[in-house]
């Protein structure tokens, strides 16, 4: 990494405004207790809607910078507000929970957290996809803007939102009324940590970013019996295969190439003994797209191959398999606006250098961050994400990552100074752009 910022300081000088080697040296001299705070919010990582030291703990930080402060929106959520004159109102995102993993990055702050979900099911936790990352930086952001209030004008309404990782936080946000209790943004921004750029290099996707992700449960009955009498049985175990495989055929032959699709079985559960027919299976699929056609149309092909293999191996009307999406659990796809993209990848480009900033493909990853624009489609919205795989760790894979952890793996350690001295330099530098005195 160290390459890459003398790099960048060299560049600095011709390109960027005169202020960027101040807000530079600024994060700098934030960045030991940035990186304490991290290390902190690393070794106590709470699960998705139970983020409740998490919130306290970021909600004491934010008042102390000034800001107007409130608790529990949606669950465990933070909204800190700043009114600094007239202007837009842009809302800067940052996401709280960790995941049900037994770390094993071998960090001397490694977290030894065991908790239980909601479910009741025990587990590692770990915050395997950098959220910690996101919260640093958003408090280094808060503290820069809170430092810079003579440099800009409008209002600020930064938030720590809960439950990402579920897909329900900024739902239950909004629904608990971010948009009419607190100003309402027409500008939203986040970024996320990413594994597949080196420490400090920012992405930027224009258009979709990320997919709509369902999650689909399909219960496929049959009629049991003796393992030794198959004929005197309708077996879902076969029935459910085929469906698999003709699952298959959805993304293959009924989707537009140019239209990207994933349909994911990734349980299938049935039986019980070596001898016996079991009269049901059950299997859970997830299932990405970007565009509610396809959405739609990947959603419909599920239920109809299923009926129709069904129908083929003999069942009644009355045992069709059951096809359900969890409604709930549904995470909308993100779309960058290609105004406040466009603009961030040139406003990035003079600051930190070309050499830090490419434009990244769409990935099928989901971020429910996609929300706070659909709750009102003219909003300027944009995530972006920030490099962490360290430099030399992306060289010896060859930039190849499959060969390195991805976000979510228990070896995921991102370089979290890089990541966090960059992303409080990128949102800020946005912020302020969006917030220009006029
Ligand atoms: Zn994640
Ligand atoms: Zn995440």
Known sequence: MRDLWLFAAAAMTLAAPLDAADLRQAIAADMPQLMSLYRDLHQHPELSMQELRTSAKLAAEARKLGFDVTEKV??????????????????????????????????????????????????????????????????????????????????????LQPGEETGEGARAMLEDGLYTRFPKPQYALAFHDAAALPAGVIGITPGYALANVDSVDVLV?????????????????????????????????????????????????????????????????????????????????????????????????????????????????????????????????????????????????????????????????????????????WKAAEGNTQKLPSLHSPFWAPEADTVIATATEALTVAALDVLKRL
């Open 221 to 393: 009955h049959g009629v049991g019996g003796h393992g030794a009498y198959p004929h005197t049985t309708r077996d879902p175990i076969v029935l459910a295969s085929r469906i698999v495989t003709t699952l298959q055929t959805l993304v293959s032959r009924e989707n537009d190439p140019q239209e990207p699709a994933v349909v994911t079985v990734g349980s299938f559960h049935a039986g019980t003994k070596h001898n016996i027919i079991s009269d049901e299976a059950r299997l859970q699929l997830t299932v990405r797209s970007y565009t509610p056609e396809v959405r739609q149309q990947l959603l419909e092909g599920i239920k109809r191959i299923a009926r129709g293999e069904a129908i083929a191996a003999g069942l009644p009307e009355d045992k069709i398999p059951e096809v359900s999406w969890r409604e709930k659990e549904y995470t909308p796809s993100t779309f960058n606006t290609e105004k406040f993209a466009g603009r961030a990848l040139e406003l990035f480009g003079n600051h930190f250098g070309a050499d830090r900033v490419t434009k990244t493909p769409a990935v099928m990853g989901g971020e429910d961050f996609s929300r706070y624009r659909l709750a009102d489609p003219s909003i300027e919205s944009l995530i972006f994400w920030v490099g962490g795989t360290p430099l030399d760790t």
């Open 74 to 159: 949606g669950g465990t959520g933070v909204v800190a507000v700043m009114k600094n004159g007239p202007g837009p109102v842009l809302l800067i995102r940052a996401d709280m929970d960790a995941l049900p993993l037994e770390e094993q990055t071998g960090l001397p702050f490694a977290s030894k957290v065991r908790a239980a979900a909601r479910s009741g099911v025990e587990s590692g936790v770990m915050h395997a996809c950098g959220h910690d990352t996101h919260m640093s930086a958003w408090v280094g952001t808060a503290r820069r803007l809170a430092a810079l209030k003579g440099q800009w004008s409008g209002t600020l309404v930064m938030i």
